[in-house]
């Protein structure tokens, strides 16, 4: 088969499977020993502490690639093995949330040995920008409060919901991204957690929006807030119990403050 041919049909896949499982490949690797790149990077967005971030197109499409960055004070074998770990829990909960219809980020490209994975771009811009221009739908906190219990209700606390993380457009939901410090858990402890680093950056950089949390834990509890969910590893916290976990973080960060 042609290169050419191989790649169209490879497109046309993953194009009609926008929502099914994910699709690893680095490279396409032909007869004669050659090979052809399927990332065409387009720069860099940002460097994080946990990853560098680079824009570009995979088969054409829109796409974003994570190289995850080496951490220098940790022996080299121990930081390979640990990154390495993160990585796979990270590509397990995108292909989570992709099962359970939840909107995320779909795997295109993964290179365990480079530390790196390729995955769609998801429109929009990240909330901050939106805030600080003063241009957003007055129901993005309410909606943010639902997301995040859909997160918490297949057991998947995301670890860092910054509004740097939260992407946004005019007539749509916010979407999260960023999953590098998530994991699957079951501990109201780190859904009071979720809400709490929510609720001080709003107040931090987003003073203005004052009643933002209060929006937020309304999304949170506006379905069935005393429902109790077992899943495989264990039954969930409800709604009510996060949010006055929530309430307990509060009280001991003013006290050690």
Not at 38 to 56: F, K, T, Y
Request: glycine share 6%; net charge negative.
């Amino acid at each position: 088969m042609a290169v050419v041919d191989w790649i169209s049909q490879t497109a046309s896949s993953i194009d009609s499977t926008r929502n099914g499982n994910a699709f690893e490949a680095i490279y396409l690797q032909q007869n004669h020993g050659r090979q052809a790149m399927l990332w065409q990077d387009e720069g860099m967005l940002h460097i994080g502490a946990e990853a560098e971030v680079r824009i570009g197109r995979w088969l054409g499409l829109p796409a974003i690639k994570k190289t995850r960055v080496p951490r220098t004070w940790r022996h080299p074998d121990l930081d390979k093995r640990l990154t390495k770990r993160r990585l796979d829990v990270e590509c397990k909960i995108l292909n989570k949330l992709l099962k359970e219809n939840i909107a995320a980020p779909r795997i295109l490209e993964l290179n365990k040995d480079e530390m790196t994975m390729v995955i769609s771009k998801i429109e929009g811009r990240p909330l901050i920008e939106s805030l600080q221009a003063g241009k957003i739908d007055e129901n993005v906190f309410f909606q943010l409060g639902e997301i995040i219990r859909k997160f918490h209700e297949i057991g998947i606390s995301h670890g860092d919901i910054s509004t740097n993380n939260i992407l946004w457009q005019a007539g749509s939901e916010p979407t999260l991204i960023d999953f590098g410090l998530s994991k699957n858990t079951i501990e109201v402890e780190d859904f009071g957690i979720d809400l709490h680093v929510l609720e001080e950056i709003l107040s931090a950089s987003h003073p203005e929006y004052g009643d933002a949390m209060e929006q937020v834990e309304a999304g949170y509890l506006s379905q069935s807030p005393d429902d109790v969910i077992d899943i495989p590893a264990g039954l969930l916290p409800t709604a009510n119990e996060v949010i006055k976990r929530l309430q307990d973080i509060r009280t001991r960060v003013r006290y050690h403050d």
